[in-house]
């Protein structure tokens, strides 16, 4: 495994994920039945944002400056960006930040794990050794939670459907693999054959559009319940890096949700922007 995400953490990928991870994860608790948080690929749980600048050998420039470090000096922002900025503060207050920018960053799981009640659970699977090992320190004393070293794949069919019937899948891989594209809709495939009424979110970078819109026309196959993508980029098509943007493809989203997340995605373009040209948008690919 060459990806390390602790150089990537609190870049603003990560902001666009996790706003929109705790907006589902509130839609979702609009009822009262308890649900099962999946993590399929969840790495360390949380991240030394210092650790970004000095690489594996040599020092390098950090990402999350352009990430969460533009949305912490911000203000007015809108109540669903102060809440996930809001969490982010506290998380890093707890493991003895003290800046007004963040030193430490919360991946999804304990993102997700400030926020669960007491009758939702989360399950965090994570097949990479070290990884693994970080993220069952992170929870040695987790709150509702339990951590798994096993493919994530893998889990989706040994973990669903879980005792409560509902759930929100996070899958979240670090695209490594050539075919990972190929393995998300074999995971959503076998997810939905498990839990027809799960919520599954997917997150993809935005590198090659052809790909992209290839894996949608692949889902499109699966005939798909109502499904949307909320993509953001942060640059336009002749900007020079790699990756311009990211998008999140969420199936069986909670009722009405795409309107509070629809207009979050062309302010965070904005705030995020690193080259003219970016924007954001929701867009169907099944209406519901």
């Known amino acids: 495994m060459n990806y390390r995400h602790h150089f990537h953490a609190g870049n603003f990928a990560d902001v666009c994920k996790h706003v929109l991870l705790v907006q589902l994860v509130r839609g979702l608790q609009r009822k009262e039945k308890g649900f099962l ?4 690929h969840a790495g360390r749980g949380s991240y030394d ?7 594996d050998s040599l020092e390098r420039k950090p990402e999350h400056p352009d990430g969460i470090g533009r ?7 809108p109540a669903e960006l102060v809440e996930y900025v ?10 003895g930040g003290l800046g007004d920018a963040p030193h430490f960053y919360p991946g999804s799981p304990r993102l997700v ?6 009758q939702d659970r989360l399950a965090l699977c994570e097949k990479q050794p070290d990884e693994f090992s970080a993220l069952q320190d992170e929870f040695a004393f987790g709150y509702r939670a339990s951590v798994h070293q096993i493919d994530g794949y893998t889990a989706l069919r040994a973990m669903l459907p879980p005792i409560e019937k509902r759930a929100l899948v ?3 891989p670090p695209f490594e693999e050539q075919n990972e594209f190929a393995q998300i809709v074999d995971g959503v495939r076998e997810g939905l054959r498990r839990l027809p009424a799960g919520t599954f979110a997917v997150w993809y970078p935005l590198t090659e559009r052809a790909r992209v819109d290839a894996f949608s026309e692949e889902l499109l196959r699966l005939s798909l319940p109502p499904t949307f993508t909320a993509e953001v980029t942060i640059a336009g ?7 311009k943007g990211c998008g999140l493809l969420v199936v069986n ?10 207009p979050l995605l062309p302010l965070l373009a904005n705030l995020l922007a690193q080259a003219p040209g970016g924007s954001g948008y929701l867009r169907w690919l099944v209406p519901e």
């Open 113 to 118: 794990q400030a926020l669960v009640r007491p």
């Open 170 to 172: 996070l899958i979240d």
């Open 71 to 77: 949305l912490c000096g911000l203000n007015d922002l």
């Open 37 to 40: 948080f999946l993590d399929t």
């Open 86 to 95: 809001s969490q982010v503060r506290e998380f890093d207050r707890s493991k």
């Open 237 to 243: 098509e002749n900007a020079p890096m790699k990756m």
């Open 253 to 262: 989203p909670p009722w009405q949700i795409d309107r509070i997340i629809g």
């Open 49 to 55: 944002l210092s650790v970004a600048a000095r690489g």
